[in-house]
């Protein structure tokens, strides 16, 4: 078992920042690969970003590419999503995901440890 709890979340003006967390705990952290989702109101659950086990490679939607982050410290087991230059359309639940999937998955059900979620909301 993976444990996640996310956090982060909050009210920010369009082009602000937010960086939210993901901390881990349970089995071994580094076995698993950990991405990003969101979720707006009435829209599907979308990938967002993923970093592999080793950190070394992160892959993004196209959309967040160049304003979003994804890195992760094996010293304090967490996995953290830096957003710049937030737009109103990046505001929804987001939630991190585990997989042991080796290669890169966009599908949530292919991840099968979440963190609870944490609401990002952005004005304009």
């Known amino acids: 078992q993976v444990q996640l709890v996310d956090s982060g979340g909050g009210l920010v003006q369009a082009g602000g920042s937010l960086r939210l967390s993901c901390a881990a705990s349970g089995r071994t952290f580094t076995n698993y690969a950990i991405a990003w989702f969101r979720q707006a109101p009435g829209k599907e659950r979308e990938f967002v970003a993923r970093i592999s086990w080793s950190g070394y490679n992160t892959y993004y939607r196209d959309s967040v590419k160049g304003r979003f982050t994804i890195s992760r410290d094996f010293a304090k087991n967490a996995v953290y999503l830096q957003m710049n230059s937030l737009k109103p359309e990046d505001a929804a639940v987001y939630s991190c995901?585990?997989?042991?999937?080796?290669?890169?998955?966009?599908?949530?059900?292919?991840?099968?440890?979440w963190g609870q979620g944490t609401q990002v909301t952005v004005s304009s």
């Open positions: 995901a585990a997989t042991d999937a080796t290669v890169v998955v966009r599908t949530s059900s292919r991840y099968g440890y």
